[in-house]
Protein backbone atom coordinates (compact mmCIF):
# COMPACT_ATOMS: atom_id res chain seq x y z
CA UNK A 1 0.00 0.00 0.00
CA UNK A 2 2.03 2.82 -1.65
CA UNK A 3 -0.48 5.84 -0.38
CA UNK A 4 -0.54 8.80 -2.40
CA UNK A 5 2.46 9.21 -4.72
CA UNK A 6 3.24 11.84 -7.16
CA UNK A 7 5.63 12.16 -10.06
CA UNK A 8 8.56 13.85 -11.06
CA UNK A 9 9.98 14.70 -7.21
CA UNK A 10 11.40 17.64 -9.38
CA UNK A 11 11.30 19.23 -12.33
CA UNK A 12 13.03 22.96 -14.26
CA UNK A 13 11.26 24.20 -16.86
CA UNK A 14 11.82 26.95 -18.86
CA UNK A 15 9.62 30.03 -19.21
CA UNK A 16 6.55 28.71 -22.15
CA UNK A 17 7.48 25.04 -21.37
CA UNK A 18 4.15 22.88 -20.66
CA UNK A 19 4.05 19.74 -18.16
CA UNK A 20 1.85 17.43 -16.58
CA UNK A 21 2.37 16.01 -12.81
CA UNK A 22 0.67 13.03 -12.13
CA UNK A 23 -0.66 11.95 -8.83
CA UNK A 24 -1.57 8.49 -7.96
CA UNK A 25 -3.41 6.96 -4.91
CA UNK A 26 -4.14 3.02 -3.81
CA UNK A 27 -6.51 4.33 -1.44
CA UNK A 28 -10.00 3.83 -3.58
CA UNK A 29 -10.16 7.26 -2.00
CA UNK A 30 -13.40 9.68 -3.75
CA UNK A 31 -11.86 13.07 -3.24
CA UNK A 32 -8.12 14.28 -4.70
CA UNK A 33 -6.46 17.76 -4.63
CA UNK A 34 -3.91 19.70 -5.97
CA UNK A 35 -1.94 22.50 -4.09
CA UNK A 36 0.61 24.59 -4.05
CA UNK A 37 3.17 25.88 -0.92
CA UNK A 38 5.10 28.85 -1.21
CA UNK A 39 7.25 30.16 2.02
CA UNK A 40 5.05 32.11 4.26
CA UNK A 41 1.58 30.86 2.55
CA UNK A 42 1.15 27.67 3.69
CA UNK A 43 -0.76 25.68 1.66
CA UNK A 44 -3.35 26.33 -1.57
CA UNK A 45 -5.59 24.76 -2.94
CA UNK A 46 -5.45 24.80 -7.19
CA UNK A 47 -8.04 21.87 -7.91
CA UNK A 48 -9.82 19.51 -7.07
CA UNK A 49 -11.86 16.50 -7.59
CA UNK A 50 -14.86 14.55 -6.06
CA UNK A 51 -14.71 11.42 -8.22
CA UNK A 52 -13.98 10.26 -11.56
CA UNK A 53 -15.01 12.65 -14.75
CA UNK A 54 -15.18 15.22 -12.25
CA UNK A 55 -13.10 18.84 -10.84
CA UNK A 56 -13.61 22.09 -9.52
CA UNK A 57 -11.49 25.10 -9.34
CA UNK A 58 -10.01 25.77 -5.83
CA UNK A 59 -8.16 28.98 -4.07
CA UNK A 60 -5.72 29.39 -7.67
CA UNK A 61 -6.81 27.86 -10.05
CA UNK A 62 -5.48 30.34 -13.01
CA UNK A 63 -2.40 28.87 -14.99
CA UNK A 64 -3.53 25.22 -14.38
CA UNK A 65 -5.37 22.34 -15.58
CA UNK A 66 -6.13 19.32 -14.13
CA UNK A 67 -7.62 16.09 -15.08
CA UNK A 68 -9.25 13.05 -13.60
CA UNK A 69 -9.85 10.04 -16.11
CA UNK A 70 -9.21 7.25 -13.83
CA UNK A 71 -10.19 7.17 -9.71
CA UNK A 72 -6.79 6.66 -8.62
CA UNK A 73 -5.01 9.65 -10.66
CA UNK A 74 -4.94 13.44 -10.35
CA UNK A 75 -3.20 15.13 -13.32
CA UNK A 76 -2.00 18.47 -13.32
CA UNK A 77 -1.49 20.54 -16.09
CA UNK A 78 0.86 24.05 -16.63
CA UNK A 79 -0.23 24.65 -20.23
CA UNK A 80 2.93 27.82 -20.74
CA UNK A 81 4.57 27.61 -17.42
CA UNK A 82 6.03 31.04 -15.42
CA UNK A 83 8.34 31.68 -12.86
CA UNK A 84 5.54 32.16 -10.60
CA UNK A 85 4.36 29.15 -10.75
CA UNK A 86 7.59 28.28 -8.85
CA UNK A 87 6.99 26.33 -5.90
CA UNK A 88 6.46 22.73 -4.21
CA UNK A 89 3.12 20.87 -5.59
CA UNK A 90 1.32 18.60 -3.14
CA UNK A 91 -1.30 16.40 -4.06
CA UNK A 92 -3.67 14.97 -1.29
CA UNK A 93 -6.63 12.20 -1.44
CA UNK A 94 -9.46 11.68 1.15
CA UNK A 95 -12.58 9.49 1.23
CA UNK A 96 -15.93 10.75 0.75
CA UNK A 97 -17.95 12.32 3.78
CA UNK A 98 -20.90 10.07 3.57
CA UNK A 99 -21.88 9.47 7.36
CA UNK A 100 -19.69 12.02 8.77
CA UNK A 101 -16.40 9.74 8.16
CA UNK A 102 -13.32 10.54 5.65
CA UNK A 103 -12.34 13.48 6.63
CA UNK A 104 -8.75 13.21 6.21
CA UNK A 105 -6.60 14.19 3.65
CA UNK A 106 -3.51 12.49 2.83
CA UNK A 107 -0.44 14.02 1.22
CA UNK A 108 2.00 13.11 -1.46
CA UNK A 109 5.91 13.53 -0.98
CA UNK A 110 5.55 16.87 -3.16
CA UNK A 111 7.11 17.82 -6.37
CA UNK A 112 9.34 20.83 -6.51
CA UNK A 113 9.09 22.92 -9.85
CA UNK A 114 11.29 25.51 -10.94
CA UNK A 115 10.58 27.86 -13.66
CA UNK A 116 13.41 29.69 -15.19
CA UNK B 1 -15.02 31.81 1.98
CA UNK B 2 -13.13 30.48 5.13
CA UNK B 3 -9.92 32.61 6.66
CA UNK B 4 -7.91 30.58 9.22
CA UNK B 5 -5.04 32.40 10.91
CA UNK B 6 -2.14 31.30 12.54
CA UNK B 7 -0.20 32.41 15.27
CA UNK B 8 2.89 32.33 15.98
CA UNK B 9 4.88 32.25 13.30
CA UNK B 10 7.84 31.05 14.44
CA UNK B 11 8.50 29.51 18.15
CA UNK B 12 11.32 28.58 19.88
CA UNK B 13 11.06 26.52 23.20
CA UNK B 14 13.56 24.87 25.21
CA UNK B 15 13.45 20.89 24.91
CA UNK B 16 11.47 20.15 27.76
CA UNK B 17 9.34 22.95 27.91
CA UNK B 18 5.50 23.29 26.66
CA UNK B 19 4.75 24.91 22.60
CA UNK B 20 1.21 26.33 22.20
CA UNK B 21 -0.22 27.26 18.47
CA UNK B 22 -3.22 29.36 17.77
CA UNK B 23 -5.05 29.25 14.94
CA UNK B 24 -8.76 31.12 14.36
CA UNK B 25 -11.18 30.74 11.63
CA UNK B 26 -14.02 32.50 10.26
CA UNK B 27 -16.79 29.93 8.83
CA UNK B 28 -19.27 28.94 11.85
CA UNK B 29 -19.83 25.67 9.27
CA UNK B 30 -16.22 24.53 9.80
CA UNK B 31 -16.64 21.34 11.69
CA UNK B 32 -13.01 19.94 11.51
CA UNK B 33 -9.86 20.72 12.36
CA UNK B 34 -6.96 18.78 11.44
CA UNK B 35 -3.15 19.68 12.68
CA UNK B 36 -0.44 18.77 10.22
CA UNK B 37 3.62 18.55 11.05
CA UNK B 38 5.76 19.11 8.19
CA UNK B 39 9.53 17.95 8.45
CA UNK B 40 12.19 19.78 5.84
CA UNK B 41 11.31 18.60 2.40
CA UNK B 42 8.69 16.46 3.46
CA UNK B 43 5.17 15.74 3.04
CA UNK B 44 2.60 17.26 5.47
CA UNK B 45 1.38 14.62 8.18
CA UNK B 46 -1.68 14.54 10.53
CA UNK B 47 -0.83 14.82 13.92
CA UNK B 48 -3.80 15.25 15.74
CA UNK B 49 -7.84 16.45 14.74
CA UNK B 50 -10.57 17.50 16.90
CA UNK B 51 -14.35 17.73 15.49
CA UNK B 52 -16.61 20.55 16.54
CA UNK B 53 -18.45 17.71 19.18
CA UNK B 54 -15.57 18.04 20.83
CA UNK B 55 -13.75 20.30 23.08
CA UNK B 56 -10.43 18.44 23.93
CA UNK B 57 -8.66 15.72 22.35
CA UNK B 58 -5.20 14.59 24.03
CA UNK B 59 -2.30 11.82 22.41
CA UNK B 60 0.10 11.48 24.55
CA UNK B 61 2.34 14.65 24.53
CA UNK B 62 0.18 16.47 22.10
CA UNK B 63 -3.57 17.94 22.92
CA UNK B 64 -5.71 20.32 20.81
CA UNK B 65 -8.73 22.50 22.18
CA UNK B 66 -11.54 23.97 20.62
CA UNK B 67 -13.82 26.92 21.24
CA UNK B 68 -16.15 27.14 19.00
CA UNK B 69 -18.24 30.45 19.97
CA UNK B 70 -14.56 32.37 20.25
CA UNK B 71 -13.72 30.09 16.58
CA UNK B 72 -10.29 29.60 18.30
CA UNK B 73 -8.17 26.26 18.78
CA UNK B 74 -4.73 25.92 19.62
CA UNK B 75 -2.15 23.01 19.28
CA UNK B 76 -0.15 21.77 22.83
CA UNK B 77 2.79 19.86 22.93
CA UNK B 78 4.29 19.18 26.21
CA UNK B 79 7.91 18.36 27.26
CA UNK B 80 8.96 19.26 23.58
CA UNK B 81 11.73 16.85 22.41
CA UNK B 82 14.42 18.15 19.54
CA UNK B 83 12.25 16.00 16.72
CA UNK B 84 9.01 17.58 17.31
CA UNK B 85 11.22 20.62 15.35
CA UNK B 86 9.11 21.14 11.92
CA UNK B 87 6.85 23.21 10.84
CA UNK B 88 3.09 22.74 12.11
CA UNK B 89 -0.03 23.85 10.19
CA UNK B 90 -3.79 24.12 11.14
CA UNK B 91 -6.75 24.14 9.34
CA UNK B 92 -10.40 24.17 8.97
CA UNK B 93 -13.24 22.29 7.42
CA UNK B 94 -16.64 23.93 6.37
CA UNK B 95 -18.83 21.15 5.98
CA UNK B 96 -21.12 22.20 2.93
CA UNK B 97 -22.69 20.19 0.32
CA UNK B 98 -20.58 19.34 -2.84
CA UNK B 99 -17.72 21.12 -2.08
CA UNK B 100 -15.53 18.20 -1.72
CA UNK B 101 -14.27 18.22 1.82
CA UNK B 102 -12.09 21.24 0.88
CA UNK B 103 -9.29 22.22 3.61
CA UNK B 104 -8.41 25.67 4.98
CA UNK B 105 -4.73 26.03 6.20
CA UNK B 106 -3.15 28.09 8.13
CA UNK B 107 0.17 29.85 6.94
CA UNK B 108 2.38 27.63 9.38
CA UNK B 109 4.42 27.48 12.73
CA UNK B 110 8.13 26.93 12.12
CA UNK B 111 8.74 25.29 15.78
CA UNK B 112 12.23 25.04 16.49
CA UNK B 113 12.92 22.53 20.16
CA UNK B 114 16.25 24.22 21.21
CA UNK B 115 18.59 20.73 23.34
Known amino acids: NAGVTQTPKFRVLKTGQSMTLLCAQD?????MYWYRQDPGMGLRLIHYSVGEGTTAKGEVPDGYNVSRLKKQNFLLGLESAAPSQTSVYFC???????????????FGPGTRLTVL | GENVEQHPSTLSVQEGDSAVIKCTYSDSASNYFPWYKQELGKRPQLIID?????GEKKDQRIAVTLNKTAKHFSLHITETQPEDSAVYFC??????????????FGTGTSLTVIP
Open chain 1, 27 to 31: MNHEY
Open chain 1, 92 to 106: ASSRNLAGGLGDTQY
Open chain 2, 91 to 104: AARPLRPNTGNQFY
Open chain 2, 50 to 54: IRSNV
